[in-house]
């Protein structure tokens, strides 16, 4: 079985695959500082609630943003599952070229769902994943990664909107109670900005990537909010949020896994 950990600004994903599905995914709020011992505490118990033993762990891959979770999360694999993580990166083999100035600077999570979303559905397509940033990639229809364009997150924008203007409430996230894009009240003129506003920034921005391409393209949205910006827009050809976690699984599958070198017993007593 393979642990993947998806280790994101906000949330912390943590799923097993059984080389022919998956057993379980689960996720917590991404801390930086969070120990190995704390992951483990509730990671094991939710592995054993699946069947899963420690034991059962014979490989893990991990990619993150987030450089300072990373120590901790190796550690929990070293020493809970006594494996040596893959660590997913630009120098990896991704089965495809990475057309970018600086391929070490992309976002691993943007690599992942290039190679998911190529390998899954075939391109030439953008993938729309709407995290913490909200976040356009672009594969061609040989699956290289061709760039992107990088927005503000849905979330950053209603928090800066409420923190910036003193008479506007922190409204929460969500498609507006009527169709009119006309706001009856402050709230209802928020969910409207909000809803409708990213709605055009995806449909603006996905038009012009096929104008600067030349060509029609698939396109592809993965991420927690995908779903309810699905509802306002017939741009999205798929929803996926498996995507990340679908990625990390094949590049697991691509590139040789690495043996842990410090013995068990030491990780145990240590």
């Known amino acids: 079985m393979l642990l993947v950990i998806d280790a994101g600004n906000t949330n912390v994903v943590f799923a097993v695959h059984d080389g022919e599905k998956w057993r379980g995914v689960w996720r917590i709020t991404m ?33 993150t943003v987030v450089p300072a979770a990373l120590y901790h999360l190796r550690t929990l694999c070293r020493q809970w599952f006594a494996v040596e993580p893959l660590l997913a990166s630009a120098r990896l083999d991704w089965g495809f070229s990475i057309k970018m100035d600086n391929p070490d600077e992309v976002g691993v999570d943007r690599l992942l769902n290039g190679l998911a979303a190529h390998h899954l559905y075939g391109g030439p397509l953008t993938v729309i994943d709407f ?24 979330n950053l924008s209603v928090e800066a909107l409420h923190q910036a203007a003193a008479r506007l409430p922190r409204i929460g ?98």
């Open 31 to 63: 801390q930086a500082q969070r120990t190995s011992d704390e992951y483990a505490v509730w990671l094991l118990a939710l592995l054993k609630m699946q069947g899963i033993a420690a034991d059962d762990i014979e490989g893990a891959v991990i990619g």
């Open 131 to 154: 995290g913490t940033a909200t976040t356009f990639d672009v594969v061609d229809a040989e699956g290289s990664y061709c760039g992107g364009v990088i927005a503000p997150g849905i």
């Open 173 to 270: 996230i969500g498609r507006p109670a009527v169709d009119s894009v006309i706001g009856r009240n402050t709230v209802a003129a928020m969910r409207s900005g909000v809803f409708w506003g990213y709605v055009g920034l995806i449909e603006g921005i996905v038009e012009r990537i096929r104008q600067e391409v030349g060509q029609n393209m698939k396109v592809l949205a993965t991420g927690g909010l995908a779903p309810l910006f699905s509802e306002g827009t017939t741009v999205f050809d798929h929803v996926d949020s498996m995507l990340t976690l679908n990625g990390l699984r094949i590049l697991a599958g691509r590139n040789p896994l690495p043996r842990l070198t410090i013995e068990k017993d030491f990780l145990t007593e240590g």
